[in-house]
């Protein structure tokens, strides 16, 4: 085997002007990215690149779970692993979060509640079916079972943001060839819709999707501004965080079609404040 150096990449002045005038043309986040990868850019450098040109830190506060070096964190009643984690976007994939027995039950909760998954009507702040969206799906309420109070106990405890800022769990049912077509969790503030939404809590600033239920193939969790895939482990969770409601936050996501067997998820959605 030979040694060989890899040239650093670094930041230049250039290059920031270039993004500048890129996106003074109109051209998006992604756009650009995919555009800097082409060039040559590595990818994490690229990130950076738009980071440290387009985005304005907010300021606005998001959850933040304290991981540091540490291999797992305490989330109160359970050690949950850290399996991964990236800073820009913000994504960190957990293992362990649950147990089978809890996914089992959230699972059994959920099945005579389902019903064909609806999307958040922006123009109107009501809901919608919608082709992007073919699972089936329900809510619990915050805190409505013992079962539910204690997962979302931990989930506050793990990403350090208070449980009342939390909407209700969701499950979904994915069947084979249902999917989520990629799409943001936050509200696009120029849709209508979106200011009597955001009265009850704010923005949404967080979400964490919890893998109740495996399919046998297909059903990563994609995030197609940066080439990740998350495979849906039982267990297992992805979270990500978004400062603004903007797709500079590279959080574009999305639920690839089930192949075979069935995948089940649970998400929890993160406001800014108290979600009423
Ligand atoms: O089930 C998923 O993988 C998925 C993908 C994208 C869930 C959501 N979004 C969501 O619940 O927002
Ligand atoms: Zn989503």
């Not at 250039?14 to 800097?36: D, N, S």
């Not at 019903?115 to 309420?141: H, Y």
Request: charged share 20%.
């Amino acid at each position: 085997m030979r040694d060989y150096e890899v040239q650093p990449q670094h930041v230049t002045p250039e290059v920031q002007a270039w993004v500048r005038a890129q996106a003074a043309l109109g051209h998006t986040a992604p756009t650009i990215l995919k555009a800097l990868r082409k060039a040559g850019w590595l990818a994490d450098v690229a990130r950076e690149v738009l980071a440290a040109t387009l985005q304005t830190p907010s300021g606005v506060p998001v959850p933040r779970p304290a991981i540091g070096a540490a291999l797992r964190l305490d989330a109160g009643d359970r050690q949950v692993d850290v399996l991964m984690q990236m800073s820009q976007p913000h994504i960190v994939v957990f293992g362990n979060l649950l147990s089978d027995e809890e996914c089992d039950a959230l699972m059994q909760a959920a099945r005579p509640r389902l019903s064909r998954s609806l999307t958040v009507a922006v123009k109107t702040g009501g809901e919608e079916l919608n082709d992007d969206r073919t699972s089936r799906g329900m809510f619990f309420t915050r805190g409505e079972n013992e079962l539910v109070n204690r997962i979302e106990a931990r989930i506050a405890r793990l990403l350090d943001w208070p449980l009342e800022n939390g909407e209700g769990l969701q499950v979904l049912q994915y069947l084979p060839g249902a999917e989520y077509k990629p799409h943001h969790d936050y509200f696009d503030p120029a849709e209508p819709g979106t200011a009597s939404i955001l009265a009850r809590g704010g923005q949404r600033v967080g979400t964490l999707i919890l893998y109740l239920g495996e399919p046998e193939a297909g059903g990563a969790t994609v995030f197609p501004d940066i080439g990740l895939e998350v495979m849906p482990q039982r267990g297992h969770a992805v979270f990500f965080s978004y400062d603004q409601p903007h797709a500079s936050t590279l959080t574009l996501h999305g639920g690839a079609p089930v192949l075979a067997g069935e995948k089940w998820v649970a998400t929890k959605w993160l406001r800014e404040r108290e979600f009423t």
